[in-house]
């Protein structure tokens, strides 16, 4: 049995400044993948080799044909195989409640089936509830359910543990030939990840099958580091910070640097390079340190450091130094403000290369200090909308010019000046699929709308009535604990809430999986105006907890 350790590097190698170190060139982290004997695998070039560079290389080239090809009608031929691997740091993923269920969140790429001649290809670590798939496909537009479910397919690996998806697919070489033979020969054909890393790279190849989204050497521009350095090069506005920091003696001198380029800061943010969702990160007080003597400051601060407060339950400074020492990290100034908000951008680089705007949200956060991603509303806030706008395009054509391609979002700090305007603080940059990925997405599949740039507004088909939504991965409560898929969608048809396509409003729920066994779950719920969306939530919210208590909404 062979073993191969396919390792994601994450950053572009450069020395980092002072006492840094210069992190692996090739490590940030790393799974174990384990391949059976098998003529299927003896076919694959080896992982890391030339040979498979090569091969993913040629097929990477033949997107921007496939970009041409499926910018028809809508009944072009085209098969789409989705993967919703979180391939992210083990540890970083654990910190998540309900993880085996985030790779339900991609399941709105069913409403592609929506498109006559689509066909789905569907892979998931455990088998889902066909409840939850048909709830999926009632939403289709147009299309008997008949005919869209014989145009999905859909596999699993049977496998619970918290590997990544594709680490599994990879190590099952008998998967790997079915999924392949689902696939078929189809000329239109691409793979879609929730994240790209080596191992989806190593899977593209395996598949024989065009990967929508970065090349892995560009991955480096989705870090922490990356960001920052990115933000720079297009000229775009940031906190004072330091990045590339790998040792705790890079650390101590940074909070110091910081702390005497910026007297008047009272709080520093420690970002792990590779933390998602705000649970990478801890907030550091320096109001003592900024009042010492400087003969003092440098053991202050080493004083200081393992009191830093963690967004992340749990964590406790040893584990959170390791963490950042193996990934590396940025200091940056803590951004505040009375009526700060944290709006992102969303943009696609198509494989044409051309960066185009998609969509804007506030992000609603929680946590000790407002940095875990909670949820989102569509659209962000009218008075800033036109900065995340030129920020974005700024930002859009520096990823494009570098050759990046697929879905991102670049997440912002927003402060009133109290003059109508705003001081706007770029943040980081999410090379990847998000938290406001599918929702959008699932809006944009049910209504056939779209973003208009120019007005920073959706707007479904035809008629061009301007849609709005809050949306949120974490409906949670231990009174949702028990409650099955079944339970859900009786719920929501007794009570009216379920989406209505006619009039293109109500809720539509995401890792519905998770209700029964985590008490938690996801929702989209659009209206006509933001108030009517934000109403809306709060009725979802209320309506679950009467169901709760009586059962009249049971088949």
Known sequence: MERHSISVTQLDGEAPRKNG??????RRYSWPVVTPPS??????PAPGSPEEEARFQELYATLPQLWANLQGDGHIEQTVVVVPSMTLDPEELLKLKGLPHYEERLLFMLILLSLPKTQVVFVTSEPINPVIIDYYLQLLPGIPFSHARRRLHMFSTYDSSHKPLTAKILERPTLLRRIKNAIGHAENRHLTVFNVTELEKRLSVALDCPLLGPDPRHLHHGSKSGSRKLFREAGVHLPDGIEDIYTEEHLLESVLELCSRRPSMRKLVVKINEGFSGEGNAILNIEELQRSQPASRRKLAMQLLPTC?????????????????????????????????SPSVQIRITPQLESQLISTHDQILGGPDGQVFLGCRFPAEPSYR??????????????????????????????????????????????????????FRTLQFLTGGRYNADTGLFQTGSAGVPKYYVASDNLESQAYKGLLPEDLIDITTYTGLHYNSSTNTGAVFHMIGALSEYGKLGVTCVADSPDEAQALYDQT???????????????
Not at 408 to 434: C, H, Q
């Open 21 to 26: 170190g210069t992190p692996p060139a090739d």
């Open 39 to 44: 003529s299927i695998t003896d076919e694959l």
């Open 309 to 341: 407060r963690f967004q992340a339950p749990g964590m406790t400074w040893p584990s959170f130094l390791s963490k950042f020492c193996e990934m590396g990290g940025v200091v940056e100034e803590f951004i505040e403000g009375e009526g700060k908000t």
């Open 386 to 439: 036109p900065q995340l706008h030129d920020a974005g395009r700024a930002i859009g054509q520096r990823l494009a010019d570098a050759g990046v391609i697929g879905r991102l979002s670049v997440d912002y700090l927003a402060v009133p000046r109290g003059t109508g305007e705003w001081d706007m603080f770029a943040i980081e940059i999410n090379l990847r699929k998000g938290g406001t990925t599918h929702p």
């Open 541 to 555: 919210l209320e309506t679950l907890d009467k169901a709760l208590k009586s059962c009249d909404w049971i088949s």
